[in-house]
C-alpha cells in the first residue's frame, strides 16, 4: 500500500524558518502535495511538486526528490498566523492521475512569540 | 471561499440514527472526494465520485454510503451511528482534467454522535 511519514510536531519561533519532512512509499507516483489546514478549519492547497527540484511560493517553498521518495516543505519568516497542521499527499495509484489523494497524518506546527 | 459548499455545518444526534451530508463542487468541477477526520488524526478517504460514477472506494464502512446527482452535487449518507463517528467530514472536489495535485476543500460538516 500507500505510506507517508511526517514529524507530528514542530515548534519555531517567530521569524525563524522551519522544514516539514515527508518521505513516501508509493507506486505509480504522480507528485506529493502540501496543504495547511488551521484548526477546525478547511484544507487549503500550498503547493505541487511533480518534478525533483524546489518549488517558491512567497514565504513557502516545497522541495521534491523523487529517487529518495522524499519531501518537504519549508516555511521562512514565520508568522503567528503559519501555526497550523501541514499534509503532505499522494495520489491513490489506483485512481491514476485523477485518483484521490493519500494524506499524511500531518504535523503540527506551533510558531511561539 | 473554495467554492465547495457543504451542509449543515455542525450536526448532533444519537446513536442508531441516520444522517445526511451535502455536498456542492465547485463550479464546473467533475470529481467529488469524501474525507474523514477524527480528533487529531489526518484525513481519511471515504469515497470518490467522478461525473455521476463511482470512482473510487477508501475505508468505508458498509453503514456509510454516497451518491452523486446529474447536477453533481452529492450526498453521504451515515447509518446506524455509533460514538466513533463523531468526525469533520469534508468534501472536496476538482475538474477531473488536470493533474495538479489540487483539490478544493469545503468547510466540512462536524458530526457529533451522542
Known amino acids: 500500500g500507500q505510506s507517508l511519514e511526517q514529524p507530528s510536531e514542530v515548534t519555531a519561533v517567530e521569524g525563524a524558518i522551519v522544514q516539514i519532512n515527508c518521505t513516501y512509499q508509493t507506486s505509480g507516483f504522480y507528485g506529493l502535495s502540501w496543504y495547511q489546514q488551521h484548526d477546525g478549519g478547511a484544507p487549503t492547497f500550498l503547493s505541487y511538486n511533480a518534478l525533483d527540484g524546489l518549488e517558491e511560493t512567497g514565504r513557502f517553498s516545497s522541495f521534491l526528490s523523487r529517487s529518495d521518495s522524499y519531501g518537504y516543505l519549508l516555511l521562512q519568516e514565520l508568522q503567528m498566523k503559519d501555526s497550523a497542521s501541514y499534509f503532505c499527499a499522494v495520489r491513490d495509484r489506483n485512481g491514476g492521475s485523477q485518483g484521490n489523494l493519500i494524506f499524511g497524518k500531518g504535523t503540527k506546527l506551533s510558531v511561539k512569540p | 471561499d473554495s467554492g465547495v459548499t457543504q451542509t449543515p455545518k455542525h450536526l448532533i444526534t444519537a446513536t442508531g440514527q441516520r444522517v445526511t451530508l451535502r455536498c456542492s463542487p465547485r463550479?464546473?468541477?467533475?470529481?467529488v472526494y469524501w474525507y474523514q477526520q477524527s480528533l487529531d488524526q489526518g484525513l481519511q478517504f471515504l469515497i470518490q465520485y467522478y461525473n455521476g460514477e463511482e470512482r473510487a472506494k477508501g475505508n468505508i464502512l458498509e453503514r456509510f454510503s454516497a451518491q452523486q446527482f446529474p447536477d453533481l452535487h452529492s450526498e453521504l449518507n451515515l447509518s446506524s451511528l455509533e460514538l466513533g463517528d463523531s468526525a469533520l467530514y469534508f468534501c472536496?472536489?476538482?475538474?477531473?482534467?488536470?493533474?495538479?495535485?489540487?483539490?478544493?476543500f469545503g468547510e466540512g460538516s462536524r458530526l457529533t454522535v451522542l
Open positions: 463550479s464546473g468541477d467533475l470529481s
Open positions: 472536496a472536489s476538482s475538474s477531473g482534467v488536470a493533474n495538479t495535485g489540487e483539490l478544493f
